[in-house]
């Protein structure tokens, strides 16, 4: 059996999709507290904003933006793992390697359908 090629667009369409919903329900809360002082505060309005221009730049053909999205979304995802691992794999880890793993696949993907 074939694989199902000419899904793929839909498929990275709802990648990208996964990946913004998964990280407005994580980061909008410590976002829209607007507590500068703190650094995870930065680190979620990177990560939405991140999120944000994976969405945007699947509209455009030129792959730079998503490169760039995806490697931020990639490197806090990955910062956050290594900040909060304690030897334990917890719920907290698996939803930061999802998006790290997101992050990673656009990072290396690009636009490419």
């Given at each position: 059996m074939k694989p199902f090629k000419s899904g793929k667009?839909?498929?990275t369409w709802m990648l990208r999709i996964?990946?913004?919903?998964l990280?407005?329900?994580i980061y909008f809360n410590p976002v829209s507290t607007l507590n500068f002082g703190n650094i995870?505060?930065?680190?979620?309005?990177?990560?939405?904003l991140g999120g944000i221009l994976v969405i945007i730049s699947g509209l455009f053909s030129k792959p730079g933006?998503?490169?760039?999205?995806?490697?931020?979304v990639f490197c806090i995802?990955?910062?956050k793992i290594i900040l909060s691992f304690n030897g334990i794999f917890d719920s907290y880890i698996s939803i930061h390697?999802?998006?790290?793993?997101?992050g990673f696949f656009f990072f290396t993907?690009?636009?490419?359908?």
């Open positions: 667009p839909i498929a996964a990946l913004f919903s990280l407005f329900h995870t505060f930065y680190s979620g309005l990177s990560m939405l933006l998503t490169i760039i999205s995806g490697l931020v995802s990955l910062y390697l999802i998006t790290m793993s997101l993907n690009g636009n490419e359908n």
